[in-house]
């Protein structure tokens, strides 16, 4: 069975810190993963994709490492609205995508 | 651009009863996704459609639950009869054919069987 892991946190950490987290997966043919974000109560919204090494947007950067099959979220200068629970997934499917149940992040004042 | 649509978004029901939930995709996406979402499970697979056809219903957890997509715009999941451990949240998702693979969710149904 391919599964992703999560690690489910949650992390808590101040305004301004840097967070990261890792996910696993275990189908080494994936070829493409994703970072999404939930919000308590929403639907999980895309916030990254990742297809070869990485990927940078702004305050957040994803990397993936094929050799150990993991991939990660680096969340720069942590904001208060950061605070959901970010779920990561592969397309270890055919058209489909496998999701880990998520890590948990709490940013304080 | 409207994004995915399902409806209700909350439905209170009693075991026994029919509970009928609702999705529209993005319009040009030929992909369409069920997911069930519970604490203890994370976000399930539960089937998916591609051009309206039925692609793999393995999630699918048993008998009682049915889905039909009629046309590239409407899709539907049904459970008969509803149980307590049916309750949930259920999301509706749709991607484009050859892409990328992204997903764009629904606000999803959050189901309670009593």
């Known amino acids: 069975r391919k599964e992703v892991e999560q690690d489910p946190g949650p992390f808590n950490v101040p305004e301004g810190a840097t967070v990261a987290f890792n996910c696993t997966y275990s189908?080494?043919?994936?070829?493409?993963f994703f970072w999404y974000r939930q919000d308590c109560r929403k639907e999980p919204k895309l916030l990254m994709s990742v297809y070869s090494s990485g990927n940078e947007d702004g305050r957040f950067t994803a990397q993936l490492n094929r050799a150990s099959q993991y991939i990660s979220l680096l969340i720069r200068d942590s904001k208060l609205s950061d605070s959901a629970t970010y779920l990561c997934?592969?397309?270890?499917?055919?058209?489909?995508?496998?999701f880990g149940k998520g890590t948990m992040l709490l940013v304080s004042p | 651009d409207a994004g995915v649509i399902q409806s209700p978004r909350h439905e209170v029901t009693e075991m026994g009863q029919e509970v009928t939930l609702r999705c529209k995709p993005i319009s040009g996406h030929d992909y369409l996704f069920w997911y069930r979402q519970t604490m203890m499970r994370g976000l399930e697979l539960l089937i998916y459609f591609n051009n309206n056809v039925p692609i793999d219903d393995s999630g699918m957890p048993e008998d009682r639950f049915s889905a039909k997509m009629p046309n590239a715009s409407f899709s539907t999941l049904k459970i008969q009869p509803s149980e307590p451990r049916d309750s949930a949240v259920y999301f509706c998702a749709s991607s484009l054919v050859g892409g990328p693979y992204e997903q764009y969710f629904g606000p999803g149904t959050r189901l309670t069987v009593t």
């Open positions: 189908n080494s043919a994936s070829q493409s």
């Open positions: 997934a592969d397309s270890s499917g055919y058209s489909t995508l496998t």
